[in-house]
């Protein structure tokens, strides 16, 4: 069963976090993606450009609109994710509490819904 | 061989009562679903009463409930094969061949199964616990909501979307691991404490109490106990047990109930209130205790005294102090104001239960009009007692409760100037 792991946490934090902070915080990503690589539980995973970037599509009365910035404003922003293999949610559950971010910000869990070939 | 088919269908029914929730557990595993589950459950007990009116009741219902369940969801799954071309390795998984033998002690490691599973973390506080009492416990949906103080459609609702959520994010159906046990313990004990109390103090129906809820609470906190012995997992087994051991003694022969102070207490489970002294002794001496621990202990001291005037009341109001410090409810500070009382008389407690009536909190709490009209009547408050017993009955949901407050009603009419 496939899980999709949002990654949310404080941009603004994470930009203010000195250099050495910022490279340790990716090497730990770097080794938790290698490590799901290895267990075969990696199907995909992104890091997302800051949420300033985002663009909102909307239709509505037949046109296009477009709104600049993330369909919510929350506190924390999505940042990426992992989609992962898991047995069930208490393994996906298990990896997710691994992401780094887990300790600072949160992981959305959500199973992908699966449609027979 | 000829069997009366009416009493088939009571030892059917005795049997339902006694197997049902052991049978769904093991069904829930071996059928992958807990709808499916439900389903075949259905089917089994009515093939059961069927077939047992020809053949007798077998040596041994719940291997037969659980192998006829089983058979007919296999048979219901080929059947909506047919019509609908369902992925066929799925009636693999189903297929009888394939199944794991099933044996005493997996069936009972069923019951922790599906009790771990709704009360996973992943489901809401308030599905975890209705989700336990439905299928642990096979409450009525009726029973739960009346727990709950909502209406019946709400806790449907809510139990649905509880059991599509463990199909749907697939919520796996095993005890976890002894990592993750203690955190997912507390949910349980929590679960649990209310299936107890939904049996100590049955909340509708004819009886005051409903022993085989109690015993299925005291039942799932003894295998807890086995599994993970924890100072509060002892605590809440100990409570249970120190409540439960005064069950002779709550009611008359004719089901009337009988509070505390009047209780024969001769008649407590001497054995029943060993066994949890012991363990509360073993909870406290841990040091890791908590609210469990502390309500056990406070059901301690009411057993070792010989009557409620010899009580040492100082100490079960230090020791509620101690739990409104864990754990501030209005429920507990109301048992507090109960236990002032009567250490300071019933003045003092009065005006600590009208303190919490007046913040609004406990309105609808039936216990919290039924100790202020009993302190109104110690003080001679005619009036008040009336008004707070007439508030009570009107939320009174089971029987015995209100021919008690209508007895009680009744006197206090009678000494009336009116």
């Known amino acids: ?117 | 061989m000829q069997h009366d088919p009416a009493h088939v269908r009571d030892q059917v029914d005795a049997i339902y009562r006694t197997e049902s929730r052991h049978v769904l557990a093991t069904l829930i595993r071996l059928l992958g679903d807990f709808d499916i589950a439900e389903e075949a459950l259905h089917d089994a007990f009515a093939a059961a009463v069927e077939q047992w009116a020809e053949e007798g009741v077998p040596a041994n219902p719940r291997s037969w409930l659980i192998s006829t369940g089983r058979f007919k969801a296999i048979d219901r799954a080929r059947r909506s094969a047919r019509f609908e071309s369902v992925d066929s390795s799925s009636l693999d998984s189903l297929s009888p061949l394939t199944v794991p033998e099933y044996n005493v002690d997996e069936v009972e490691d069923d019951r922790l199964r599906l009790i771990f599973t709704c009360c996973h973390p992943a489901l809401s506080p308030d599905s975890q616990i209705a989700l336990t009492l439905r299928e642990v416990c096979g409450l009525t949906t009726e029973e739960v909501a009346n727990a709950f103080l909502m209406p019946p459609p709400t806790l449907a609702q809510r139990i649905v979307r509880a059991k599509s959520k463990i199909r749907d994010a697939r919520i796996p159906y095993e005890v976890p691991s002894r990592a993750d046990l203690p955190e997912r313990l507390e949910t349980v004990l929590h679960v649990i404490y209310l299936v107890f109390n939904e049996g100590y103090f049955a909340s509708v129906g004819d009886s005051l109490t409903r022993t085989d809820l109690s015993g299925e609470a005291i039942r799932l906190g003894r295998l807890l106990v086995d599994l993970l012995p924890e100072p509060e997992a002892l605590g809440l087994l100990a409570l249970m047990l120190l409540l439960d051991a005064r069950r002779a003694g709550r009611a008359t022969a004719e089901g009337e109930m009988i509070l505390l102070e009047d209780q024969d207490r001769s008649s407590w489970n001497r054995a029943q209130i060993d066994e949890g002294t012991e363990l509360v002794e073993r909870a406290l001496h841990s040091r890791r205790f908590g609210p469990y621990t502390l309500q056990a202990s406070i059901a301690a001291v009411h057993a070792e005294a010989r009557d409620a005037a010899s009580t040492d009341w100082a100490q079960i109001v230090a020791l509620y102090e101690v739990l409104l410090r864990a754990d501030s409810s209005p429920v507990i500070e109301l048992n507090r104001a109960a236990a002032v009382a009567m250490r300071d008389g019933p003045a003092v407690g009065l005006s600590l239960i009208d303190a919490i009536l007046v913040r609004g909190d406990l309105t609808e709490y039936l216990p919290a009009h039924v100790a202020r009209a009993d302190l109104c009547r110690r003080l001679g408050l005619t009036a008040d007692s009336i008004a707070s017993y007439e508030r009570a009955l009107a939320l009174a949901r089971q029987e015995p409760e209100k021919r008690f407050i209508t007895q009680r009603l009744r006197q206090l009419r009678a000494t009336s100037p009116r």
């Open chain 1, 1 to 117: 069963m496939k899980y999709l792991c949002m990654i949310y946490d404080d941009e603004q934090a994470w930009q203010k976090f000195p250099k050495d902070v910022q490279d340790g915080y990716m090497r730990e990503y770097m080794a938790f993606t290698d490590s799901i690589k290895k267990s075969g539980q990696h199907v995909g995973s992104n890091q997302l450009q800051p949420s300033h970037t985002a663009t909102t599509v909307r239709i509505r009365n037949g046109k296009v609109s477009t709104t600049d910035g993330p369909f919510v404003e929350t506190k924390e922003q999505l940042g990426g994710y992992y989609l992962i293999e898991a047995k069930d949610l208490n393994d996906a559950i298990q990896v997710a509490s691994r992401i780094p971010s887990a300790r600072s910000g949160a992981i959305e869990v959500r199973p992908i819904v699966e449609r027979p070939a």
